[in-house]
């Protein structure tokens, strides 16, 4: 172990947030960070733009990505949500009752209902606002930049597959939710807040 994987591990003890069926009530500190991604079957591999997979026509995933605490546990945790997610959050933002500048301040609850492919998220905001403690927004500022996450990610991500023997592509199916992320059918666009 080096003094490199020390820091990377102590800043990203967090783990991900996985969606329970039913309510998830987390309060989200960080503005969104684009995951892009192609899916070979259950293996991502990281898209950064007009690659090789692209130009195969194979379909990208955007994931948007955020530091969020979850509610329930009152850990930090990574969210990756797709694009139903993503676009409740910005229609909060443009609304006038809940509009916030870069992070709001309240609580959300995401409901998932149904599954598989018939997954379904809703979004709902918290009727009143609420001021994070001084020990959360201690841990906010020592929050590794998402940025960061997501490269380290991706990096894992593309090691992993070069290691993985090569897949055939007619067999690969076309959705799958296998990482506790959302995952939508259409395409999004990296949501602008
Ligand atoms: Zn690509």
New binding site residues.
Partial sequence: MTWQDVIKTENNNSGFLTFKEGDNKVRIVSEPEPR?Q?WLGKRPIP????????ADN?K?RTSHMFHVIDRETGEFKIMGTGVTVANAMRELKESDDYSFDSIPDYDITIKRTGLGLDTEYTVLAARNNSELTEEEKTKVADLKPMKDIIKSLNEADLERAEKEPPIDRSQVATDMNESGFETDSESADNVPF
């Avoid at 898209?47 to 692209?54: D, R």
């Fill in positions: 892009m192609h898209c950064v733009g007009k690659c090789k997979l692209c194979l990208v």
